[in-house]
C-alpha cells in the first residue's frame, strides 16, 4: 500500500471513529457536516472524497460494526459442537459486544439502523454476506441432522436472534430492569425450545 493510500485509510478511520463519537453523544439529531469535521480534524472535501455524504459515512459505519458482530458471533459458534450450546454461545456472544461495544451497539439497534436496514436492507445484507453464511451454514446444519426445526432460515434466524436483539434494545435504551448477565443464562433455554426439532 502506498503511503498515500495509507493516509487516505487513516483519515477514512478517524471519519469513522469521529461518526460513532458524535452518534453516542449527539445522537442522530448532532450528525451534521459540522460537528463530524470538527471531532475528526478531517476536512469536508475529505468527508465528501471518502464516503460521499453523512449518509454514505453513516452506511460504512453501520456496515463496519455489523461486521464486527457478525464476527464475533460466527467465531463464538466455531467453539460449540452442539445446536444447543451453538445458541448459548450466540447468545452470549451477542450480549458481550452490546455490553463492550456500548456506542457501536446504540447505533445497531437504533431508528436510523432500522431505516436504513428498511431502506437499504439488501445492499447491507449482501455487503455481509460472507458473514452471514456461516450462520446460515451452522443452522442449516442443524436442520438437517434433525436437530433444529425444519424452518426457513429467516425465521430460524428470528426466533435464534430476535430475543437477544430485544433485550439488547432494552438494556440500550436505559431501562433498568435487564441484566445482559441473567439474560444470558435465561435465553438460550428459552430460545431453544423453540427451535427445537
Given at each position: 500500500m502506498s503511503p498515500k493510500q495509507q493516509r487516505g485509510e487513516a483519515t477514512a478511520e478517524q471519519l469513522l471513529d469521529a461518526a460513532l463519537r458524535v452518534y453516542a453523544e449527539s445522537g442522530e439529531q448532532g450528525l451534521t457536516v459540522a460537528a463530524l469535521t470538527r471531532a475528526s480534524g478531517v476536512s469536508l472535501g475529505s468527508l465528501y472524497h471518502h464516503f460521499g455524504s453523512v449518509d454514505g459515512l453513516m452506511n460504512a459505519l453501520l456496515t463496519r460494526w455489523l461486521g464486527r458482530l457478525l464476527g464475533e458471533l460466527v467465531t463464538a459458534l466455531e467453539h460449540t459442537r452442539t445446536a444447543h450450546t451453538?445458541?448459548?454461545a450466540l447468545?452470549?456472544?451477542y450480549l458481550d459486544f452490546v455490553q463492550q461495544h456500548?456506542?457501536?451497539?446504540?447505533?445497531?439497534h437504533s431508528s436510523y439502523a432500522d431505516r436504513q436496514g428498511m431502506t437499504d436492507g439488501k445492499r447491507l445484507?449482501?455487503?455481509q454476506e460472507a458473514r452471514l453464511s456461516p450462520l446460515a451454514q451452522w443452522a442449516g446444519r442443524y436442520v438437517d441432522s434433525g436437530d433444529l426445526a425444519p424452518l426457513p432460515p429467516p425465521l430460524l434466524e428470528s426466533l435464534i436472534l430476535g430475543p437477544v436483539i430485544g433485550v439488547a434494545r432494552?438494556?440500550?435504551?436505559?431501562?433498568?430492569?435487564?441484566?445482559l448477565d441473567q439474560a444470558a443464562v435465561l435465553l438460550p433455554d428459552r430460545i431453544w425450545r423453540s427451535v427445537a426439532a
Amino acid at each position: 500500500m502506498s503511503p498515500k493510500q495509507q493516509r487516505g485509510e487513516a483519515t477514512a478511520e478517524q471519519l469513522l471513529d469521529a461518526a460513532l463519537r458524535v452518534y453516542a453523544e449527539s445522537g442522530e439529531q448532532g450528525l451534521t457536516v459540522a460537528a463530524l469535521t470538527r471531532a475528526s480534524g478531517v476536512s469536508l472535501g475529505s468527508l465528501y472524497h471518502h464516503f460521499g455524504s453523512v449518509d454514505g459515512l453513516m452506511n460504512a459505519l453501520l456496515t463496519r460494526w455489523l461486521g464486527r458482530l457478525l464476527g464475533e458471533l460466527v467465531t463464538a459458534l466455531e467453539h460449540t459442537r452442539t445446536a444447543h450450546t451453538g445458541i448459548r454461545a450466540l447468545v452470549r456472544a451477542y450480549l458481550d459486544f452490546v455490553q463492550q461495544h456500548r456506542e457501536a451497539a446504540l447505533l445497531l439497534h437504533s431508528s436510523y439502523a432500522d431505516r436504513q436496514g428498511m431502506t437499504d436492507g439488501k445492499r447491507l445484507r449482501d455487503a455481509q454476506e460472507a458473514r452471514l453464511s456461516p450462520l446460515a451454514q451452522w443452522a442449516g446444519r442443524y436442520v438437517d441432522s434433525g436437530d433444529l426445526a425444519p424452518l426457513p432460515p429467516p425465521l430460524l434466524e428470528s426466533l435464534i436472534l430476535g430475543p437477544v436483539i430485544g433485550v439488547a434494545r432494552r438494556w440500550l435504551s436505559g431501562i433498568d430492569d435487564v441484566d445482559l448477565d441473567q439474560a444470558a443464562v435465561l435465553l438460550p433455554d428459552r430460545i431453544w425450545r423453540s427451535v427445537a426439532a
